[in-house]
T-cell receptor, first 109, second 121 residues
Framework: GQNIDQPTEMTATEGAIVQINCTYQ??????LFWYQQHAGEAPTFLSY??LDGLEEKGRFSSFLSRSKGYSYLLLKELQMKDSASYLC??????????WGAGTKLIIKP | GAVVSQHPSRVICKSGTSVKIECRSL??????MFWYRQFPKQSLMLMAT?????????EQGVEKDKFLINHASLTLSTLTVTSAHPEDSSFYIC?????????????????FGPGTRLLVL
């Protein structure tokens, strides 16, 4: 079957670092996406990994291990505006996205 | 990143009426667009895949006669909610598939429109 798991909610402090994990089981895996979604808004694209390793984009980095079916999104120097839901999605053999339920990240001052 | 627009952003309608939502890719051509529905505090639910020039592919449990999809051009897909009822009230979001890079470095990404909040009274 196809499945995506990520924590429901996480809390972190402004200025700190947080890692949001995602595990997946996807037939015909074609890559792993991370999206950010603020309440009441549509998701915005953050990152895409298809090869093993770490991709860094400013304060955000994404990691993938295909053999372990595992990815994480790393957010550094957290800002209050980073409070949002972070959606993990894997792409299957039909190039469809399989979505996780999202991780609500709460940033505290 | 690529830009996708969606119109209208909000719509309130009476039960039994039809509502059309437009999704446009503004700076790229999209042969494939996707329509999602999202209820409060829930993840995105794929409703259908819209392919330019052909019939849409609907996910299981989504009524194709109720949610009409037309992808008439490479930059426009429309979703029409026919005979809307209060239970159709939701956040409808479209996305468009874009490709960047060439050869083995081609990357596929979905870019989302801002969403349409539908309230059926």
């Amino acid at each position: 079957g196809q499945n995506i798991d990520q924590p429901t909610e996480m809390t972190a402090t402004e200025g700190a670092i947080v890692q949001i994990n995602c595990t997946y089981q996807t037939s015909g895996f074609n890559g792993l996406f991370w999206y950010q979604q603020h309440a009441g808004e549509a998701p915005t694209f953050l990152s895409y990994n298809v090869l093993d390793g770490l991709e860094e984009k400013g304060r955000f980095s994404s990691f993938l291990s295909r053999s372990k079916g595992y990815s994480y999104l790393l957010l550094k120097e957290l800002q209050m505006k980073d409070s949002a839901s972070y959606l993990c999605a894997s792409m299957d053999s039909n190039y469809q996205l399989i979505w996780g339920a999202g991780t609500k990240l709460i940033i505290k001052p | 990143g690529a830009v996708v627009s969606q119109h209208p952003s909000r719509v309130i309608c009476k039960s039994g009426t039809s509502v059309k939502i437009e999704c446009r890719s503004l700076d790229f051509q999209a042969t494939t667009m996707f329509w999602y529905r999202q209820f409060p505090k829930q993840s995105l639910m794929l409703m259908a895949t819209s392919n330019e020039g052909s019939k849409a592919t609907y996910e299981q449990g989504v009524e194709k006669d109720k949610f009409l999809i037309n992808h008439a051009s490479l930059t426009l897909s429309t979703l029409t909610v026919t005979s809307a009822h209060p239970e159709d009230s939701s956040f409808y979001i479209c996305s468009a598939r874009d490709y960047t890079g060439t050869g083995p470095s081609v990357q596929e990404t979905q870019y989302f429109g801002p969403g349409t909040r539908l309230l059926v009274l």
